[in-house]
Each structure stands twice: as structure tokens, then as C-alpha cells.
């Protein structure tokens, strides 16, 4: 058994849920039978509370950035709160994703510590990896493996989780009692990621395609107000809910990609392309267009929104660029 792992793979592809299965296994007293279920300990883990597991999240830094102080405390609590939500919800679901809002640094996340206000460094993590306590594993889970320092990487055994297949998707989906009318929509759209699943259910179809409609109609409008309507909407969204702002943006890439596919033949009649609300003029347009370009522009949103750049600007730059970019091409068409 190993000190230290390392579980890497895209997105909601299972790598929380099995880091935890793994510790309940470590953990399970039947040997004959780890993960029996019937155990103490399988029974503690059900409810995620177990005395030998501590879970590490992001989580926002305190106001003094020094523990313990009083401009931090009402914070702790306040996060202990949605720490502990988060956590039951997890319980039940192995596939929600711990996140807290604003969450930069890496803090200590266990209910234990935090009750404490014990906080611990990125730099103590890797002081751990280098000397790790006694009769402890340690399970690091991230989706992006290449952020990682080679010192950290070679610390760890490392397992690459790939995305979820298709089919595995659509059974799961299946298992808890979706709509069949969504399932197509569903597998399509999540593309192996169950975090995206999981923001799709309870949407109807039509407020899937709604929402990925109002993206487009909005970024590839030639009216001013439309742009400011983009720019003052999205620019608010990624402040307030950024996992929000990346799924629309998500969307918008899915539907420009399906019309590459449709050009190249790869797919024909995607049921993003609808020809009502003036899609199919859009369509036309973007026929012609670089669509790798427009992609890039798009990635370069997102990445910016890790930066904490100043959105609304580039969400304008974003809108003279994708414009810029259609006339261009239709120049040469
Ligand atoms: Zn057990």
C-alpha cells in the first residue's frame, strides 16, 4: 500500500467518489470482504463522518489571513456550515463536487480542524508528501494533473481516470429515474462530465436548449443592445456564479462544435441547430468561419476567469474578436 496517490481524469469522471470508496476500503474491517458495507467503519463512511478520514477542499482565505483571528471567525462558521452541507450532500450523491464560493487557497477542510481554525499551507502538503505520518494514505484528487509540480507528481502513484463512456452515462442516468425524453439531451451534452449531468437535471428540454439558444443569439447578434445585454448579464454571472458562467460558455462551445461537425460530416441533423428563431442565418454565417478560432477565443474567457481579469472587458474583446473573425472569413468566402 502506497503513502500517497494521485487520481487525475477530466471533470466528473468519478474521481472523488472512488478516492472515497478507496479509503473505505483501506478502512473496512472485514478483510475478506473490504467495502462490506456492514462494518463500523463502512457503516461511519456512509455518512461521510468517519473519525480516520479528513477531507482537504479549497476554501476561501479568512479577511486577517491569519488563523484564529477574529475577522476570520464569522467566515469559518459560515463556511464550516457550507462545509458540512456539502458533505451530506456528498454523502448521497458520490458524484457532487465539494466546492465552496471564492475558494482560492488550499485550507485544511475537515469539520475537526476547522472547529479549531487550524489551518494548514500548500507548502505543509508537500512537507507531508515528503514525510508522511505513520499509518496514513494519502489520496490527492484534481483535474489538472499538469498544474502539478514534478516534485509532487513524483511523490505519488498516479492513476488517470478517463472521462465516463457514454453508455456508463446513459445507465446512470437511467438507474435514478431521469425522464427517458432528456436522456439523449443529457448524454450528449455532459460528454462523459456527471458534475454537468448533475446542473442539467431537473431542466426540461426545451430550457436546455433554451439556454444554450440565448448564448448564441445574444454573441452572434450584430445589435448593440444584445451586446450589452452579453456583456452586463455574463460579466454579473461569472462573478455571482461562476460554474454557472463556464456551463454557458460550455454550451455555447458545444453548439459552435456541432456545426463543425455538421460541415465536416462528422454529424448530421444536430438537434442544437434548430432552424427556428433565426439559428438557421446564424448557421450560415459560421459556416465559412474558422471555427478552432472562435473555440480558442472562448477557452481564453475561461482561463482569463481563473485570473480574476476584469470581465465585462474581455467579454466586449471577446465580441469584437468572434465578430471580427466572421467578417474576415466572409471576405475570403
Ligand atoms: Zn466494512
Not at 477530466?10 to 468519478?14: A, D, E, L, S
Not at 473490504?34 to 462494518?39: A, D, I, M, N
Not at 454529424?267 to 428563431?277: A, D, H, M, P, V
Given at each position: 500500500m502506497g503513502s500517497a496517490y494521485l487520481f487525475s481524469g477530466?471533470?466528473?469522471?468519478?474521481k472523488e467518489g472512488l478516492a472515497i470508496a478507496f479509503s473505505c476500503g483501506l478502512n473496512c474491517s472485514n478483510e475478506s470482504n473490504?467495502?462490506?458495507?456492514?462494518?463500523h467503519s463502512c457503516k461511519q463512511f456512509r455518512s461521510l463522518q468517519h473519525e480516520h478520514v479528513t477531507f482537504l477542499v479549497p476554501l476561501p482565505g479568512s479577511n486577517?489571513?491569519?488563523?484564529?483571528?477574529q475577522g476570520g471567525k464569522i467566515k469559518d462558521q459560515k463556511n464550516l456550515e457550507l462545509f458540512q452541507a456539502a458533505l451530506e450532500e456528498k454523502s448521497k450523491n458520490l458524484f457532487h463536487k465539494i466546492t465552496l464560493p471564492r475558494a482560492k487557497q488550499i485550507l485544511i477542510g475537515s469539520v475537526r480542524c476547522l472547529r479549531k481554525t487550524l489551518y494548514l499551507k500548500t507548502q505543509t502538503h508537500g512537507k507531508i508528501l515528503e514525510e508522511p505520518p505513520k499509518n496514513t494514505t494519502i489520496i490527492l484528487v484534481t483535474?489538472?494533473?499538469?498544474?502539478?509540480?514534478p516534485t509532487l507528481l513524483s511523490r505519488c502513484q498516479h492513476i488517470d481516470f478517463p472521462p465516463i463512456d457514454q453508455s456508463t452515462m446513459r445507465s446512470y442516468i437511467v438507474d435514478i429515474g431521469i425522464e427517458s425524453e432528456l436522456i439523449p439531451i443529457l448524454t450528449e451534452i455532459s460528454q462523459g462530465d456527471m458534475h454537468k449531468a448533475y446542473s442539467l437535471f431537473g431542466k426540461s428540454k426545451e430550457e436546455i436548449l433554451g439556454m444554450m439558444g440565448e448564448i448564441v443569439s445574444l454573441v452572434f447578434s450584430e445589435k448593440a443592445s444584445s451586446w450589452r445585454h452579453f456583456i452586463n448579464e455574463y460579466s454579473r454571472l461569472a462573478y455571482t456564479n461562476p460554474a454557472e458562467f463556464r456551463f454557458r460558455v460550455y454550451l455555447l462551445q458545444l453548439w459552435i462544435w456541432s456545426i463543425y461537425k455538421e460541415k465536416s460530416g462528422v454529424?448530421?441533423?444536430?438537434?442544437?441547430?434548430?432552424?427556428?428563431?433565426g439559428m438557421e442565418s446564424i448557421v450560415q454565417k459560421l459556416l465559412n468561419t474558422d471555427i478552432h478560432i472562435l473555440n480558442a477565443h472562448l477557452e481564453e474567457i475561461l482561463r482569463g476567469l481563473n485570473r480574476n481579469l476584469n470581465t465585462s472587458l474581455a467579454l466586449t474583446n471577446l465580441l469584437i474578436k468572434i465578430h471580427q473573425e466572421i467578417q474576415s472569413d466572409k471576405a475570403y468566402a
Open positions: 477530466p471533470p466528473g469522471c468519478g473490504p467495502l462490506c458495507g456492514e462494518c486577517s489571513g491569519k488563523p484564529g483571528e483535474d489538472y494533473k499538469e498544474q502539478l509540480s454529424r448530421k441533423n444536430s438537434f442544437y441547430l434548430g432552424k427556428e428563431n
